[in-house]
């Protein structure tokens, strides 16, 4: 049951910090890779990879959830 606690605890706080009330499992899994990766990173590649997710679907969603300026200097992404 710990564990459950532990993903309950994960899913709320990403959910949250996207500001989003539905969140695609994908970017959650994502998200997970990239923080189990901890300090040493992980590549979109390996990411990819790593939970069966073309690296073209893995980068989208990196630039989606990535803070950003875009060409016009708006500040985007989560």
Not at 7 to 33: H, N, Q, R
Not at 48 to 65: H, P, Y
């Given at each position: 049951?710990?564990s459950a606690s532990k ?27 990239v923080y189990e990766a ?41």
């Open positions: 049951m710990k993903l309950i605890k994960a899913l709320k706080f990403i959910s949250e910090t996207l500001g989003k009330k539905d969140v695609p499992l994908y970017w959650v899994t994502l998200v997970l890779t901890g300090d040493k990173g992980v590549t979109t590649k390996e990411a990819a990879e790593d939970i069966d997710m073309t690296q073209g679907i893995a980068s989208r969603t990196v630039k989606l959830l990535s803070r950003y300026i875009d060409a016009s200097g708006n500040l985007v992404g989560f």
